[in-house]
Antibody
Framework: QVQLVQSGAEVKKPGSSVKVSCKTSGATFSTHAINWVRQAPGQGLEWMGGVIPMFGKRNYAQNLRGRVTFTADESTSTAYMELSSLGSEDTAVYYC???????????????WGQGTLVTVS | QSALTQSASMSGSPGQSITISCTGTSSDLHGFNFVSWYQQHPGKAPKLIIYEVTDRPSGVSSRFSGSKSGDTASLTISRLQVEDEADYYCTSYTTNSTWVFGGGTKVSVL
């Protein structure tokens, strides 16, 4: 079955950057969009953006454009999310998620990683 | 892109039905059928329960159903059960090629 496994929790200083990984197993990696969603403590879900590895196509949430970068290593089926210029408002659980449909960002998020807590302090 | 609008909380008794609404705009809900609903229990990752307005992934209970009219999507939970107590989020694809989530609805089963 499809599994997404994320890297472990991080504690970062304000102004620094963080890079979270998301490794896919049990399914084709490069043809499906990997999306990133975050959730601040006690708050709702926020879509950050996504990437379709095979096409190198990236979409970004407007409010994060310029601070977030999505990359993908097809050789290891691993997607990465890097967020720079961290502030306290970036403290959140970060999730990767993907759908079932190939080559489209409109596929709903059927499979989720376990989440990675990033604390900025 | 503003968040979709959901009621903050709803409650019901076991066996009852509740309907959660999600209101958007012509730039998201009204213009697309890429509307999904997610259930999230405390400390867990969200779970997809409805996609493309009305479809249920394999393994999701038929007690969950979705619909849409104009700018508003709805999730109905029939025959409410204790394990349905969770947060529920709607999301829609948008004209900016992005996704936008609702603020979430906390469902309590009394």
């Amino acid at each position: 079955q499809v599994q997404l496994v994320q890297s472990g929790a991080e504690v970062k200083k304000p102004g620094s950057s963080v890079k979270v990984s998301c490794k896919t197993s049990g399914a084709t990696f490069s043809t499906h969009a990997i999306n990133w969603v975050r959730q601040a403590p006690g708050q709702g879900l926020e879509w950050m953006g996504g990437v379709i590895p095979m096409f190198g196509k990236r979409n970004y949430a407007q409010n994060l454009r310029g601070r977030v970068t999505f990359t993908a290593d097809e050789s290891t089926s691993t997607a990465y999310m890097e967020l720079s210029s961290l502030g306290s408002e970036d403290t959140a659980v970060y999730y990767c998620a993907r759908g079932d449909e190939m080559a489209t960002i409109t596929s709903s998020f059927k499979y989720w990683g376990q989440g990675t807590l990033v604390t900025v302090s | 892109q503003s968040a979709l609008t959901q009621s903050a909380s709803m409650s019901g008794s076991p066996g009852q039905s509740i309907t959660i609404s999600c209101t958007g705009t012509s730039s998201d809900l009204h213009g697309f059928n890429f509307v999904s609903w997610y259930q999230q229990h405390p400390g867990k990752a969200p779970k997809l329960i409805i996609y493309e307005v009305t479809d249920r992934p394999s393994g999701v209970s038929s007690r969950f159903s979705g619909s849409k009219s104009g700018d508003t999507a709805s999730l109905t939970i029939s025959r409410l059960q204790v394990e349905d107590e969770a947060d529920y989020y709607c999301t829609s694809y948008t004209t900016n090629s992005t996704w936008v989530f609702g603020g979430g609805t906390k469902v309590s089963v009394l």
